[in-house]
């Protein structure tokens, strides 16, 4: 069993790999079993088709960020309980873990997917779509404990601002591809960072509207 699940992970590893580089459509099923050394049918016997494939790399890239996202953030509670600090601590860490990767981000998986949703079924865009409004839920958690004691300084709407983290970090990896600037996405999170601060702190006053 224990090796039948080693194969499985390789294959998913393999597949990822060149997926992030290159996308799903130009990536075959012939070099992903060349590479690991397996025939068709071991492949087969894992995954049906590329749909089947697609589907269970999400699932364990979704199960990746949200481990990162819950242990990041965690920590950051642990630091400083207050939501605000707690927020601008673990965007900074973030920041710090995503530029401590020796070549860069490697690519959202999840971008990767939508790009390219013709070639899946329903199920695999129900998945990246509701892992995105996750994320939103979560973000969005965090930044309604913050307005609490610390009242935004402009009219937010807190699902957009949610949604622009995930934004900022898609935007950060296209920077980075773009410009062969690994450290772009880290450079984008600390910026964010700064809006936040603010957006929030409480020694800024309310601009008069224009």
């Given at each position: 069993m224990a090796k039948k699940q080693d194969t499985r992970e390789r294959i998913l590893d393999v597949a990822e790999k060149s997926i992030l580089e290159k996308g799903f459509d130009a990536t075959s099923i012939e070099e992903i079993?060349?590479?690991?050394?397996?025939?068709?049918?071991?492949?087969?016997?894992?995954?049906?088709?590329?749909?089947?494939?697609a589907h269970a790399l999400l699932i364990r890239y979704i199960e990746i960020?949200?481990?990162?996202?819950?242990?990041?953030?965690?920590?950051?509670?642990?630091?400083?309980?207050?939501?605000?600090?707690?927020?601008?601590?673990?965007?900074?860490?973030?920041?710090e873990l995503l530029d401590d990767l020796p070549n860069?981000?490697?690519?959202?998986?999840?971008?990767?997917?939508?790009?390219?949703d013709r070639l899946f079924d329903p199920l695999v865009k129900e998945l990246y779509t509701n892992a995105l409004l996750t994320w939103r839920s979560r973000f969005r958690t965090m930044f309604e404990d913050i307005v609490i004691a610390y009242p935004a300084n402009e009219d937010v709407n807190l699902d957009h601002l949610a949604d622009m983290l995930s934004g900022v970090v898609e935007g950060g990896i296209i920077l980075a591809r773009a410009l062969n600037c690994p450290h772009a996405v880290a450079t984008q999170i600390l910026q964010f960072r700064l809006y936040i601060k603010l957006l929030?702190?409480?020694?800024?006053?309310?601009?008069?509207p224009s």
């Open positions: 079993i060349t590479a690991i050394n397996i025939s068709k049918g071991g492949f087969f016997y894992h995954f049906p088709d590329k749909n089947a494939l960020e949200n481990q990162l996202f819950d242990d990041i953030f965690g920590r950051a509670k642990e630091l400083d309980d207050d939501p605000y600090h707690t927020m601008l601590i673990g965007l900074k860490m973030l920041a860069g981000h490697p690519g959202c998986l999840i971008a990767s997917v939508c790009y390219q929030f702190s409480p020694n800024q006053k309310k601009s008069s």
